[in-house]
């Protein structure tokens, strides 16, 4: 076990002194291996809760899987804490209890409570932030936790933790680095997140042998999308059917169908433990929303689309689902991303919806610098009309000043893209409220 001692003259007292502290604390920024955050969640009594767990992992779709599944049980009156990651605008977003970002005082009891036991050992980040938040549902009652794996499954901190459901959204090509370059390598890191004799919800149509493999030897039942359940989509509504029941004229939800289709999987396999109804399951579908997938803010009649896709699968589903929206004017895009994603492929299935692109950079070791996107854009589209600004938010006060009544503003690429636009926007709509 790498072990590492990190000395302070004063003691954290803030958040943003213990968030500080916790991205100094280790040596390496990703380093995966649940050896350590283990040792210290023993330590802490943290690692078996009284209700059931649902952790959920995949390549892309896992905070919608996260959020509808949460809004299914908070609309069947169920007391329901999530962990989530990474976060947009506030680090209090990645922990919620029954909805409610936990506060600042209470992230700080557990990064201290964390500090008090750790010893020796030596966390990254995103280890600090995982046992903060096991630390914290364990202080209240709950009835359900669901948490979203951060990278891979196998290795990654959250699987520490006993699933009593595991899901899998999707499995695609991403952080290839540390999951391998093929998506056998990649599915069976993700598969790691099954227990015996637990059931698996594996979201996406083609089913790797990694996953099926994993099941057999762990008799973990597997549900699949497209096998043991599927989906039809409607004009108005949308349909779902599973091994054991047909439910037709659904609301058609703020996530993508096949996310919504992989939840209601996992809510019928919690009919033993939960009393979810129809109703229940409609309201969720109705009140359902994931900041930065395919959020979509109107002003002075452009409609502004906000989405985090940042690998190939990601640039895939937010083309199908900009392909649907009416041809009312011309796109802009702004773009960032980081540099060890994909970016050629991510980009390619958007081109023939792009008018104008705004590429820029990201600052960081990992951001993709404005030259490198362009280099990309012109292998795939030679003759797109390119603007290039020194970040997101340059990028985003130039369009505001050109794009007209009709037009779409997509903002896409990464997290921290998607976040700095998402801010400007918001500070602007408080300045005018303010007003």
Known sequence: MLEHKTTFSVSPKSKEEWLAHAENCHPITIDLGIERVKLVATRLGILHFNCPVITVAGTNGKGSCVELTKAILMAAGYRVATYTSPHLLHYNE?????????????????FASIEKVRGDVSLTYFEFGTLAALWLFKQVPLDAIILEVGLGGRLDAVNCVDADVAVISMVDLDHMDYLGNTREHIAREKAGIMRPN???????????????EQAALLNSALSVQGRTFTYKKGNFSWSWRSQQQTLADLPLPRVDLQNAATVLQVIELLAGQFCISRTAIENGLKQVFVPGRFQIIEKNSTRIILD??????????????FAKEPDTGETYAIVGMLADKDIRNTLAPLVDYIDHWYLVDLEGPRGATRDRLYQCLVEIAPRSCVSMFSSPVVAYRKACQIVKKGDYLLVFGSFHTVAAVLAEVYDAMRYNLAS
Not at 308 to 320: K, S, T
């Open 94 to 110: 990645r922990i919620r209890i029954a909805d409610e970002l936990v506060s600042d005082a209470a992230l700080c009891d557990a």
């Open 308 to 321: 985090v896709a940042h690998n190939p699968a990601g640039g895939r589903c937010l083309a199908r689902r």
């Open 198 to 212: 637990k059931p698996c919800v594996f979201g996406d149509f083609s089913l790797p042998h990694a996953v099926y």
